[in-house]
């Protein structure tokens, strides 16, 4: 028995959570910039300091202790930021992260450190506070991608960082990198993600965009002499384009789809966790993920605090809009939920998420970062993040179908089109019996409603229907007519297995919507995953179908109702296009048929899986 129905849409509460103050079941992190700005080293597209957000104070102990009663009774994730939280001293770090200790509701405390003073004694404070202490590295990659991390006299920190990471490594500490993609690292994922992989102590790895299109004005200076790495930051801006360590959004995606498919073939996935795949893993699997880019827990459960007691949201975000009130003024989480309902930059960015909530790659992707989105709708420019998140997980949800095949991660005909629930009682059992003549095949009900819908019921709509193979005598009479040459050749000429197919109806007076038609595909094998997708791609490229019909290829997932695993699965579909009405299609759909089966029958799956999409011209930065 297949059930298969398309997934219904949400509301924004199911993609940003609000914080509630009487709920105390979420847990919020709360970034402590311990010297605010203040820091070591001058990297050129450092967001923290384009605030000019004077730094020098020091966050206290005490201010960290009043956390704790600020965020009572719910779990705590506290990250020590900067600038550079190692400026503040041995002592007072100790003394932070001694409160930290004694405090039972956080959960995690973690480090974000530039590592140029990190040393064996800093190792030795670290094991004696507070062992747990997770420590993050900033290295963007090898040391030509490192061309934005200077220090005051524009001299580079890599060698610097590196031995910092070789120090953890003898210490026996393993640590997350955070590599920021900038025009250095484009055209070489494989090698930088190699060179980050072979520091013994590098665990996981984070690649974060340079999203900084809109740019144009140099950081301002609080000394009468302008240091060497403000004089490069200058060069580096123009008045009229995007500064020189800024990509766009498409580049970021192809270094991304680049860098997983060398962790899945290189075996780094062993040892190493890559961001953002895991995370994008993790939702095509219908698992939650701790990244707020990808989670309902955004920018409402994430906060800020500086050395003066301001108290935001997300450092991301820009200031002082993202300012909500200040540690010393707040005295319960009432207080901080009326202050978010209040910021016109929060709502503001809640509302560039309604564009989410009718995006079919919602439950995967998560509607991303608000930070992110805020920026690109002052540039203009919301439509090319949503393409780097579609065109990411598309690429992503390839690998996984076809890991010994990554090219197919390139293809841009086969779209992530997941179908909610999409289910058979046994996957492997309805392989087997497909591939097997002589296996018994018993007679089933087959009935047809008055829209020509044929299952077990002969009513319209979504209803169980068994699932047959060419073998069974009952198998012609069970595929719909209008979509039986579509069938016949993807199972007959083709050799493959449909899981799932409909001919397509209109429902006239009746409250459903209006059906595609489509054919579904169970593949055997990886192999003939990647083989079969790519044909289709060849296939879908070639005709030229009616206007008010468009071809349509899909990555979905088929759950086994026996044992839970998911099976990727292939869904080639004729579609209503945009503009057109179902009237329109419904006169031109058998027409446009034919066409796309011509197309089928001059293609099969052939040893050589290329698909008709080129690959990216890949560029060195």
């Given amino acids: 028995m297949h059930r298969t129905t398309e997934q219904h849409h949400t509301g924004i509460d199911q993609l940003y959570r609000s914080l509630d103050a009487d709920d105390t079941s979420t847990a919020v992190s709360v970034i402590v910039k311990v010297r605010g700005e203040e820091c070591d080293v001058d990297c050129l597209y450092c967001y923290e300091k384009r605030k000019e957000a004077p730094g020098g104070a020091r966050v206290g102990a005490a201010q960290i202790g009043q956390l704790a009663v600020l965020f009572r009774g719910r779990s705590l994730a506290v990250e020590l930021h900067g600038g550079e939280p190692l400026t503040a001293g041995k002592e007072h770090l100790a003394e932070i992260l001694g409160q930290l200790a004694d405090m039972p509701q956080v959960v995690r405390v973690s480090?974000?450190?530039?590592?140029?003073?990190?040393d064996e004694e800093w190792l030795d404070l670290f094991d004696a506070r507070y062992p747990g202490l997770q420590i993050g590295i900033s290295l963007d990659g090898d040391a030509r991608g490192n061309a934005w991390r200077v220090d005051y006299n524009g001299k580079p920190i890599y060698p610097r960082?590196?031995?910092a990471l070789n120090l953890l490594a003898e210490r026996g500490r393993s640590v997350g990198v955070i590599a920021a993609v900038t025009p250095a690292v484009i055209g070489r994922a494989e090698e930088v993600l190699d060179h980050l992989a072979g520091f013994g102590s590098v665990n996981a790895v984070s690649f974060v965009p340079c999203f900084d299109g809109t740019i144009r004005r140099a950081t301002a200076t609080r000394s009468r002499r302008t240091p060497a790495s403000r004089l490069l930051q200058q060069d580096a801006l123009s008045a009229s384009n995007s500064p020189a360590w800024a990509i766009h959004p498409d580049e970021y995606a192809e270094f991304v789809l680049a860098a997983t498919?060398?962790?899945?073939s290189a075996g780094h996935f062993a040892r190493l966790k890559l961001e953002p795949a895991v995370s994008t893993i993790r939702r095509l699997r219908g698992l939650d993920s701790g990244f707020c880019h990808f989670s309902d827990l955004k920018c409402d459960h994430v906060f800020t605090l500086y050395p003066d007691g301001r108290l935001g949201s997300c450092d991301e975000l820009p200031w002082p809009q993202a300012r909500l009130t200040t540690l010393q003024t707040v005295t319960g989480q009432r207080e901080i939920t009326e202050a978010q309902h209040r910021s016109n930059l929060l709502n503001q960015g809640k509302a560039l998420m309604n564009r989410c909530t009718t995006c079919d790659y919602r439950s995967t992707c998560g509607g991303g970062c608000i930070a992110t989105r805020w920026r690109m709708d002052l540039a203009d420019d919301q439509d090319a993040y949503c393409d780097y998140r579609m065109r990411m997980i598309d690429g992503i949800a390839a690998l996984l179908a076809q890991p010994g095949h990554p090219d197919g991660s390139w293809c841009r005909s086969l779209r992530w089109r997941p179908r909610t629930p999409n289910s058979?009682?046994?996957?492997?059992?309805?392989?087997?019996?497909?591939?097997?003549?002589t296996a018994p095949r018993a007679t089933v009900r087959l009935h047809t409603s008055d829209h020509g819908n044929i299952n077990t019921v002969g009513q319209p709509g979504i209803h169980e229907a068994d699932?047959?193979?060419?073998?069974?005598?009952?198998w012609r009479d069970a595929i719909e007519p209008g979509v039986w040459p579509l069938v016949?050749?993807?199972t007959h000429r083709w050799g493959l297995?449909?899981?799932?197919?409909?001919?397509?109806?209109?429902?006239?007076?009746l409250y459903l919507e209006p059906a595609h038609r489509k054919v579904g595909i169970l593949t055997r094998d990886q192999d003939e995953h990647a083989r079969a997708a790519a044909a289709l791609c060849r296939a879908a490229a070639a005709p030229d179908l009616r206007q008010s019909v468009t071809v349509t290829l899909g990555r979905a997932e088929l759950t086994c109702e026996t044992t839970g695993t998911r099976t990727p699965v292939l869904d080639l579909a004729l579609q209503k296009a945009d503009g057109h009405t179902w009237d329109d299609y419904f006169a031109q759909l058998d027409a446009a048929t034919a066409v796309l089966n011509e197309a089928l029958s001059a293609e099969h799956p052939s040893s050589d899986p290329t698909c008709a999409c080129p690959r990216p011209i890949q560029v060195s930065g």
């Fill in 111 to 118: 480090l974000q450190t530039n590592g140029v003073r990190l």
């Fill in 161 to 163: 960082v590196a031995r």
């Fill in 261 to 264: 498919a060398h962790w899945i």
């Fill in 424 to 437: 058979m009682r046994d996957v492997a059992g309805f392989l087997t019996h497909w591939d097997d003549p």
């Fill in 467 to 474: 699932d047959l193979d060419p073998t069974h005598h009952q």
């Fill in 488 to 490: 016949h050749t993807l």
């Fill in 497 to 509: 297995v449909t899981y799932d197919s409909c001919e397509g109806h209109t429902y006239t007076g």
